[in-house]
Nanobody, 121 residues
Framework: QVRLVESGGGLVQAGGSLTLSCTVS????????MGWYRQAPGKQRELVAA???????NYADSVKGRFTISRDNANNTVYLQMNSLKPEDTAVYYC???????????????WGQGTQVTVSS
């Protein structure tokens, strides 16, 4: 059983900061790319940021320069530092990880349960 548990969401005023974290637990052989997605009401889920095992990163244009993704491989944890938050950042944020559970099977994407981020104007 693989679980992704997120924490760190909440309510913040515009211009404020929040840090999300997501820890992977369970029987794991290796974790490849980890990332954060978000889904606002009435909109499709979108990629916010992703980080590969070699620490290369990818950001949505809307968050470049404001958000920073990082990972702690020893603790199977990914973080999203969010600064200069805007009301349009309001969404449910989901953690995603591409995980191989054993060396002889392919990897699959796993998702967290989501954490609400609300930015007030």
């Amino acid at each position: 059983q693989v679980r992704l548990v997120e924490s760190g969401g909440g309510l913040v005023q515009a211009g404020g900061s929040l840090t999300l974290s997501c820890t992977v637990s369970g029987s794991i052989f290796e974790i490849n790319t980890m990332g954060w997605y978000r889904q606002a009401p009435g909109k499709q889920r979108e990629l916010v940021a992703a980080i590969a095992r070699g620490d290369s990163t990818n950001y949505a244009d809307s968050v470049k320069g404001r958000f920073t993704i990082s990972r702690d491989n020893a603790n199977n944890t990914v973080y999203l530092q969010m600064n200069s938050l805007k009301p349009e950042d309001t969404a449910v944020y989901y953690c995603n990880a591409n995980i191989r559970r054993t060396s002889w099977i392919k990897s699959y994407d796993y998702w967290g349960q989501g954490t609400q981020v609300t930015v007030s104007s």
